[in-house]
């Protein structure tokens, strides 16, 4: 449908969670294809949550495939209303975020998880994954959560400036 402009860390609506979808009709699945579009038009984008498009509704998009941390690989999807239901193994690593563009930061994060929600066609999601794909996952529902990564950096030092690569 649309590319929609990504909102940068000070437009956010951060510490308050965004609310959750009453049902999947046209308007939930024109903001799944926003999401989509609006992910796809960004270099190296894997993920991306309606807030960080001001649409302060539970949903994100995701897909992993070929990045070179992943493990288990689902493909793009779009989740409405996710819940974490099992988080175990956590690991610190880098992250980065569209909302933040010139920075970088050490998360733990558990590496292993199960999501629950509801797909575009209103059909129950239950998701199992690992590796990059879970961290994934959590970074998007922080941000459903009113939360950026630059809350949960895992100390002093943790916070980088973003490698450019050629």
């Known amino acids: 449908m649309a590319v929609r402009r990504v909102l940068g860390l000070g437009e956010l609506d951060r510490g308050r969670p965004a609310a959750p979808l009453e049902r999947i009709d046209d308007a939930a699945r024109a903001l799944a294809e926003d999401l989509i579009d609006t992910m796809r038009a960004a270099p190296a984008c894997v993920g991306l949550a309606a807030p960080q498009i001001g649409v302060a509704l539970r949903a994100f998009a995701l897909d992993v495939s070929g990045h070179k941390k992943a493990v288990t690989v689902h493909g793009e999807l779009v989740v409405f209303n996710p819940v ?3 988080a175990h193994d956590v690991v610190v690593a880098r992250e980065g975020c569209m909302s933040v563009p010139d920075l ?3 998360v733990a994060r558990a590496t292993r998880l199960v999501m629950r929600g509801v797909g575009v066609n209103g059909e129950a999601i239950e ?3 690992d ?3 879970a961290r994934a996952v959590q ?7 009113g939360l950026v990564f630059l809350d949960r950096l895992a100390g002093p030092g943790a916070l980088h400036a973003r490698r450019v690569y050629r």
């Open 84 to 86: 974490l239901v099992a």
């Open 127 to 129: 998701l199992r994954t």
């Open 104 to 106: 970088t930061g050490d």
């Open 139 to 145: 970074h998007e529902i922080d941000h459903l959560d």
């Open 131 to 133: 590796a990059f794909e």
